[in-house]
């Protein structure tokens, strides 16, 4: 009975080109050729996201979420976090505001006080060390250390004379 239903699944299998024809040949066959003549059936399996599972499940008109807002963001977070993400977005805005306020107090700013605040902390950084002066600049501008030292002009010592050649 195994050996027909062997078979009779080979010959109904696309996969393969057994007809009826061919039945009297693959009885006269042991099962355990006729199970090698079976075409091996890859199984693909698909990684289905969240979204598509239950779209599967019948949640046709699931929506994604909104994003958080900050509160809400730390109210998710776990109890501990919660100072932690309070305090430094403080801190954060503390450094902001005082960067905005002297660039704001910077008399060739020309940029508005709400461009500025759109602007991260580190941009606003690198624009007050553009415009924050370096000290002594003059001194800064001119640097002679590595000239060799002036003669005295006035010296009563007489300089050195022209070496002489050495004629034959």
């Known amino acids: 009975m195994e050996k027909e239903k062997l078979v ?3 010959i109904a299998n696309e996969s393969t080109q057994w007809t009826e024809d061919d039945r009297e040949t693959l009885m006269s066959l042991n099962e355990d050729a006729l199970e ?12 289905l996201t969240p979204v598509q599972v239950a779209a599967q499940n019948g949640a046709a008109d699931l929506k994604p979420k909104a994003p958080l807002n900050l ?9 501990e976090i919660q100072p932690v993400l309070r305090q430094g977005i403080a801190t954060y805005n503390a450094t902001k505001d005082s960067l905005i306020t002297a660039l704001m107090a910077n008399e060739r700013n020309t940029m508005k006080k709400e461009f500025l605040g759109s602007k991260d902390n580190e ?9 924050t002066p ?35």
């Open 8 to 10: 009779g699944d080979l």
């Open 36 to 47: 090698k003549m079976a075409p091996v059936v890859e199984i693909v399996v698909e990684k």
């Open 71 to 79: 509160d809400q963001y730390i109210s998710n977070a776990p109890p």
């Open 123 to 131: 941009e606003l950084q690198a624009i007050l060390n553009l415009c």
């Open 134 to 168: 370096v000290e002594n600049e003059a001194d800064a501008r001119f640097d002679y250390s590595g000239q060799a030292p002036i003669a005295n002009v006035a010296s009563d010592e007489e300089p050195l004379g022209l070496p002489t050649t050495l004629s034959a």
